[in-house]
């Protein structure tokens, strides 16, 4: 079983900036997909940002190019997430997952998923 936990979120202003960190607890890093996902009130929970496995291969949410960025550090089992030029619509609750050797960025490719940081951009 692998433990994932999100923490950074908050609430910011349009136009600023902030920084998701994600923990997976797991001796294996490397070998995991690693993905942030989102979900606002009302609505499915969407793929954000997927950093893969093997050779980086990373994904972005159409809307989110150019303006969030995904990292990695495997020596520390962590996964990141800079948010800039927040948006209102980016208000969500934002989730970080793990699939080992993982292909894809929809939430049936993941199997392990932590409880969730709020990121509250208000308009």
């Known amino acids: 079983q692998v433990q994932v936990l999100e923490s950074g979120g908050g609430l910011v202003q349009a136009g600023g900036s902030l920084r998701l960190s994600c923990t997976a607890s797991?001796?294996?890093?490397?070998?995991?997909?690693m993905g942030w996902f989102r979900q606002a009130p009302g609505k499915e929970r969407e793929g954000v940002s997927c950093?893969?496995?093997?050779?980086?291969?990373?994904y972005y949410l159409d809307s989110v190019k150019g303006r969030f960025t995904i990292s990695r550090d495997n020596a520390k089992n962590t996964v990141y997430l800079q948010m800039n030029s927040l948006k209102p619509e980016d208000t969500a609750m934002y989730y970080c997952?793990?699939?080992?050797w993982g292909t894809g960025c929809r939430t049936t490719d993941f199997d392990y998923w932590g409880q969730g940081t709020q990121v509250t951009v208000p308009s």
């Open positions: 797991t001796l294996s890093f490397d070998d995991y997909t």
């Open positions: 997952a793990a699939a080992r």
């Open positions: 950093i893969y496995w093997s050779g980086g291969r990373i």
